[in-house]
């Protein structure tokens, strides 16, 4: 089993910046990819952006130069920069990790808005 905790959300101005962060407890040598997804009110929940344990790096074409992933294997940590953002990143931002076993585990979500 593997436990999620995600801190960092929040209200911020749009052009603003917010850091997210998920921390992994439980069998967390199992985690191969750590990841970000978000929701928005009346939409599906859509991938914004995942790292595999390598570093190998992927994004959503909306966020792409603008939101920045990384991790910390030792403190099985993932960690989602975001920068300039647009009223339309305004959604719940859920941690995401899967393991070797293709198990797959969700955080409990975090609430980002961007308004003025």
């Known amino acids: 089993q593997v436990q999620l905790v995600e801190s960092g959300g929040g209200l911020v101005q749009p052009g603003g910046s917010l850091r997210l962060s998920c921390a992994a407890s439980?069998?967390?040598?199992?985690?191969?990819?750590m990841g970000w997804y978000r929701q928005a009110p009346g939409k599906q929940r859509e991938l914004v952006a995942f790292i595999i344990r390598a570093g190998s790096t992927n994004y959503a074409d909306s966020v792409k130069g603008r939101f920045t992933i990384s991790r910390d294997n030792a403190k099985n940590t993932v960690y989602l920069q975001m920068n300039s953002l647009k009223p339309e990143d305004t959604a719940v931002y859920y941690c995401?990790?899967?393991?070797?076993?293709?198990?797959?585990?969700w955080g409990q979500g975090t609430q980002v808005t961007v308004s003025s």
């Open positions: 439980g069998t967390t040598f199992s985690i191969n990819t």
């Open positions: 995401n990790v899967v393991t070797r076993t293709q198990y797959i585990y």
